[in-house]
């Protein structure tokens, strides 16, 4: 800090300001499924990497703005969060690593896209137990041809 009391000439410098270690860390975040559907569990994983060994230290998650929790690397450097609460449209999701002794900060972000889950089928129709279909036919002289037909058939498949 440099400065003086008088307001005049008050004034603050940083120089080389470094968080975490002077090695860059690179962080990628994925989803266990993407596109998802509202009320459906998804997993986050947050990767941090670097090229002297494993980061160590925390990871912060985050949707939008919304911090969802803070977890620490494992020994391969990664974190997972998993989450349900998740609501229809699309999430800038956002993972923030703190650094540690060896690494600076970084981030990684990813789109999640949560959609609408898909409408039940419909239920199948009911089929009579048995219904009789009559054709009555023409001919020469008005002889008429019944046909009578069971659709027991169709209730043995449906069963």
Same mark, same amino acid.
Do not use: F, K
């Given at each position: 800090f440099s400065g003086s009391t008088?307001?005049?000439?008050? $004034?603050?410098?940083?120089?080389?300001?470094? @968080?975490?270690?002077?090695?860059?860390?690179?962080?990628?975040l994925t989803s266990s499924h993407n596109p998802s559907v509202v009320g459906a569990a998804v997993t986050f994983t947050c990767t941090v990497s670097g090229s002297l060994g494993t980061p160590t230290g925390t990871v912060e998650i985050f949707d939008g703005a919304t911090s969802l929790g803070t977890r620490t690397l494992n020994a391969s450097g990664q974190a997972t969060l998993t989450t349900s609460a998740l609501t229809l449209g699309s999430h800038?999701?956002?993972?923030? $690593?703190?650094?540690?002794?060896? $690494?600076?900060?970084?981030?990684?972000?990813?789109?999640?896209? @949560?959609?609408?889950?898909?409408?039940?089928?419909?239920?199948?129709?009911?089929?009579?137990?048995?219904?009789?279909?009559l054709l009555m036919g023409g001919g020469l002289g008005g002889a008429g041809i019944w046909l009578r037909y069971q659709w027991s058939r169709l209730k043995r498949r449906k069963q």
């Open positions: 008088g307001a005049a000439n008050n $004034y603050h410098e940083i120089r080389d300001l470094t @968080v975490g270690g002077a090695q860059t860390s690179t962080t990628t800038l999701m956002r993972c923030e $690593y703190s650094g540690d002794a060896t $690494y600076g900060v970084s981030t990684g972000t990813m789109t999640q896209v @949560v959609n609408q889950p898909a409408p039940a089928p419909p239920a199948p129709a009911e089929v009579p137990e048995a219904s009789t279909l």
